[in-house]
């Protein structure tokens, strides 16, 4: 899953895309390098950003999901709002990625009256504040808890399990120290029989562990986002896509290799 930012204020691209043909034509650049998925936000969910007016978002990013949609591009739609999913799928998306697990009023409706995938992310608290102090006492079960009752919702709402993946939430509310033992425990949010989708492209624990800026984050990202594919994500979404293509060129040709015996 390729990231498209076309926000003015997202932490990973110093302003990501505020034009909608500069948008388009990075998103066409991912898909040319390997992204299966482009996921489209117009709203950044970085610690601290500030909300944003549904007809702002919708403004920002529907012009390019028509367009890649159109093109025959698998699109996401990134956004934690009912009336952004809704024109977003109107549009031709189909996925929603909701930070909040549709959990605002209405989502999970929205979602489910079309045909849709869907990624059910955990975060703690709200961007504004959820890095202040984080707490959990156990971390991997907790997350895990939230994550099966949010898929046990999207069910009872009618929607079948193939949609649906899930999604840890790195960065979302967590220490280094939760986002590592997420890392590590991954199998277990795995085991849960939900494809898992695995976002640490740039972030800020790949700063914290390598002393690199969010320009320099690309290697780190790679080793990060490996550690999540051994363990059994199924999806990962990044800024760096050729780099993790091929990275993954070689993860599999591993993995697959015949060992003579
Ligand atoms: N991280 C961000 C945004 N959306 N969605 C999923 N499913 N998983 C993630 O880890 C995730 C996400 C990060 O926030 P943002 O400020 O939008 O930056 P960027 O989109 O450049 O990563």
């Known amino acids: 899953m390729g990231i498209v930012n076309v926000t003015p204020d997202s932490f990973s691209e110093r302003g990501g895309f ?11 650049k991912l898909r040319d390098a390997g992204a299966d998925i482009l996921d489209i936000g117009g709203e950044s ?38 009336e952004v999913m809704q024109a977003a799928l109107a ?20 979602v489910a009256a079309s045909d849709a995938a869907v990624c059910l992310m955990h975060m703690l608290g709200e961007p504004q504040t959820m890095q202040e102090a984080p707490m959990y006492e156990d971390v991997v079960r907790e997350v895990g808890a939230f994550l099966q009752a949010r898929v046990a919702a999207c069910e009872a709402a009618g929607m079948s399990r193939e949609r ?6 790195f960065g979302f509310g967590k220490t280094v120290a939760h986002n590592l033992a997420l890392l590590r ?7 849960l029989g939900v494809p898992v989708l695995a976002g640490l492209s740039r972030k800020s624990m790949l700063g914290a562990l390598t ?4 320009s320099e984050r690309e290697y780190a990202g790679i080793a990060a986002h490996l550690a999540a594919v051994a363990r059994g ?15 993954l060129a070689i993860w599999n040709a591993v993995e697959e290799a015949d060992d003579g015996t």
């Open 233 to 247: 994500a199924q999806l990962l979404r990044v800024h760096d896509v050729a780099a993790m293509r091929d990275a």
């Open 185 to 191: 425990r991954l199998d277990r949010l795995v085991a």
């Open 164 to 169: 649906l993946v899930i999604d840890p939430g």
């Open 211 to 214: 002393g690199r800026v969010v």
């Open 18 to 28: 505020v034009s909608t043909q500069a948008a388009i034509d990075y998103a066409l």
């Open 45 to 82: 969910t970085r610690p601290g950003a500030r909300p944003v007016p549904a007809d702002e978002e919708i403004g920002r990013a529907m012009p390019v999901v028509e367009v890649l949609a159109r093109e025959g591009c698998c699109v996401s739609i990134d956004t934690r709002k009912p």
């Open 91 to 110: 549009a031709g998306a189909a996925m929603v990625n909701d930070v909040t697990a549709l959990r605002a009023e209405g989502a999970l409706e929205t």
